[in-house]
């Protein structure tokens, strides 16, 4: 038997810095044998971007594997490998919170099978897409999945609950931050076209004014956010802004930091802060308004097979559940 290998593969050619620090600290804790970086254009003919991978699946192709992780459905180069490769299991990796509008409009329809399309429309470029990977070795596997997710599902056969039991083990071997901390997760609603800034800022300051002064007040900056255009607004308002080359928990768990309260949008943060505190944590989700989220409910969110509304609804369904303290600001 040939010695068990942890290979990683990356799309470089869509470059977020932010998100590559990430991942290279990511790297750093797994420490995969091997990574593949691939160039695969975001914009550009379909036969450019398929060929950018069709290589590396037939390498795979030649292989056996114990175990193939998705990391994002959007991604079908992703879908193609785990389709084309001999693997004795395939699991989708929670993507956040927004696993649960997947599970409704994509997961559960095709009944936990790869290949799923996030679109229903544009039959002819379908066709041609097949017809390209026909051509380049690249089969149409119909593929049985897991998910693998911090929320829990109906169907417990092909769902698989993640408690985070190892970041639960990486506070345990920390001294926790005597300092009494709460921090707000910050969030791109601006830079999206989400929310206005007038609108965000009166949360921000909603927050701060809400907070005990014997408190340090924390703003953990999102990757793909401005900071720059809020960093003297936060100032003002008392916030010590953070930017961490690691996901927000990993961040935390790393230095043995626990919030007394966590604070933010529609953030997955406030649901893995419950689970790594055993709800010791508060969690406070500022919640849209009617008229936004009116608005998001004609704007779709990476698949014409629902809304953004219907994306922001499905977080807030959960919160229940998971003992998330809601606030609305009007």
């Given at each position: 038997?040939?010695?068990?290998?942890?290979?990683?593969?990356?799309?470089?050619?869509?470059?977020?810095?932010?998100?590559?620090?990430?991942?290279?600290?990511?790297?750093?804790?797994?420490?995969?044998?091997?990574?593949?970086?691939?160039?695969?254009?975001?914009?550009?003919?379909?036969?450019?971007?398929?060929?950018?991978?069709?290589?590396?699946?037939?390498?795979?192709?030649?292989?056996?594997?114990?175990?193939?992780l998705?990391?994002?459905?959007?991604?079908?180069?992703?879908?193609?490998?785990?389709?084309?490769?001999?693997?004795?299991?395939?699991?989708?990796?929670?993507?956040?919170a927004?696993?649960?509008?997947?599970?409704?409009?994509?997961?559960?329809?095709s009944?936990?099978?790869?290949?799923?399309?996030?679109?229903?429309?544009?039959?002819?470029?379908?066709?041609?897409?097949?017809?390209?990977?026909?051509?380049?070795?690249?089969?149409?596997?119909?593929?049985?999945?897991?998910?693998?997710?911090?929320?829990?599902?109906?169907?417990?056969?092909?769902?698989?609950?993640?408690?985070?039991?190892?970041?639960?083990?990486?506070f345990?071997?920390?001294?926790?931050?005597?300092?009494?901390?709460?921090?707000?997760?910050?969030?791109?609603?601006?830079?999206?076209?989400?929310?206005?800034?007038?609108?965000?800022?009166?949360?921000?300051?909603?927050?701060?004014?809400?907070?005990?002064?014997?408190?340090?007040?924390?703003?953990?900056?999102?990757?793909?956010?401005?900071i720059?255009?809020?960093?003297?607004?936060?100032?003002?308002?008392?916030?010590?802004?953070?930017?961490?080359?690691?996901?927000?928990?990993?961040?935390?768990?790393?230095?043995?930091?626990?919030?007394?309260?966590?604070?933010?949008?529609?953030?997955?943060?406030?649901?893995?802060?419950?689970?790594?505190?055993?709800?010791?944590?508060?969690?406070?989700?500022?919640?849209?308004?009617?008229?936004?989220?009116?608005?998001?409910?004609t704007?779709?969110?990476?698949?014409?097979?629902?809304?953004?509304?219907?994306?922001?609804?499905?977080?807030?369904?959960?919160?229940?559940?998971?003992?998330?303290?809601?606030?609305?600001?009007?």
């Amino acid at each position: 038997m040939g010695r068990r290998v942890s290979i990683t593969v990356v799309n470089a050619a869509t470059f977020c810095e932010n998100s590559m620090l990430q991942i290279e600290a990511m790297h750093k804790i797994a420490k995969p044998e091997s990574v593949k970086l691939l160039s695969i254009p975001k914009e550009g003919s379909l036969a450019s971007r398929i060929g950018a991978y069709s290589d590396l699946i037939s390498v795979f192709a030649k292989g056996a594997f114990s175990t193939v992780l998705i990391g994002d459905l959007r991604q079908l180069w992703m879908q193609d490998i785990a389709c084309n490769i001999n693997a004795d299991n395939v699991v989708l990796v929670d993507d956040g919170a927004a696993t649960n509008v997947f599970e409704k409009f994509i997961i559960r329809p095709s009944d936990y099978m790869l290949p799923v399309s996030m679109h229903s429309d544009n039959p002819e470029r379908k066709l041609l897409a097949w017809e390209l990977k026909s051509s380049l070795g690249i089969s149409h596997n119909p593929t049985k999945f897991r998910l693998f997710s911090i929320f829990e599902f109906n169907d417990s056969k092909h769902s698989i609950r993640n408690t985070l039991s190892l970041l639960r083990q990486q506070f345990a071997l920390h001294d926790h931050n005597e300092n009494v901390e709460r921090h707000f997760i910050g969030s791109p609603v601006c830079e999206k076209g989400l929310l206005d800034s007038k609108r965000y800022y009166d949360i921000l300051t909603h927050a701060a004014k809400s907070h005990d002064a014997k408190t340090s007040l924390i703003y953990f900056a999102h990757r793909a956010e401005d900071i720059k255009s809020k960093a003297q607004i936060l100032s003002d308002l008392g916030y010590t802004i953070e930017f961490h080359d690691q996901p927000y928990e990993l961040a935390c768990a790393s230095q043995g930091r626990m919030p007394e309260k966590v604070v933010g949008l529609h953030s997955t943060s406030l649901f893995n802060m419950k689970i790594l505190s055993g709800n010791a944590c508060e969690a406070i989700c500022y919640m849209l308004n009617e008229n936004e989220l009116a608005a998001m409910g004609t704007r779709h969110y990476g698949s014409d097979r629902f809304t953004l509304r219907d994306h922001i609804e499905s977080i807030y369904d959960r919160f229940e559940e998971f003992g998330i303290t809601t606030l609305n600001l009007q």
